[in-house]
């Protein structure tokens, strides 16, 4: 065996998940960005988590409000999710510059994406320092599912965005 650098291991774990972060912005705007960085924590209670840049504005929102929607990411939003992938909600208001169709969850006052097939409402439990990222440890409050939609992966790394098939 060769010894490779972390993004060659990312391609290699190819596909990756892909989540989309949606959180509330201090404006009061939605802000929404993509994640691969993401795993589940514990079945009971429900819990998960994720990890992004200490810059993040998704990271400061949820750090502040404590709450946030973690959704998968359908086929239509393949260029949206890249757009909001390389943009800061700090810089723009991602919704206003790519709009996409957005739907309600009883329960919470963040919006998600209508093509979603999983998401979940979170509760905020634990920020941990992680090198260059921060990881967000999170109560699951609830789950919501659309059997009708597809479910985006992360390919090459984080390069591509496609839908995964069993072989
Ligand atoms: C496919 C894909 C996966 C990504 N995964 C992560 C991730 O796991 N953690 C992270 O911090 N950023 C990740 N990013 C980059 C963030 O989405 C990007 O830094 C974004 O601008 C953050 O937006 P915000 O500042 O509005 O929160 C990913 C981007 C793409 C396109």
Redesign the pocket.
Known sequence: MKEIKFNEAAAITSP?P?VL?C?EKENGCL????????MYTSVNPPMLA????K???????IRRTGKAIISTAGDSLKEA??T????????ID?MTHTPIVLQSVEGSDIQFPEDTKLAFVVSLTKTIEAGD?YLYLCDIDKIVADETKEVLF?WNG????ACAQQK
């Open positions: 990756n892909l972060v959180t802000n929404i960005a993509p994640v691969s960085f993401f994720f990890a992004m840049g810059a993040s504005n998704s990271g400061e929102n999710v890249m909001y992938g390389s943009t800061s909600g700090r810089k991602k990222h992360a984080y390069a591509k965005l």
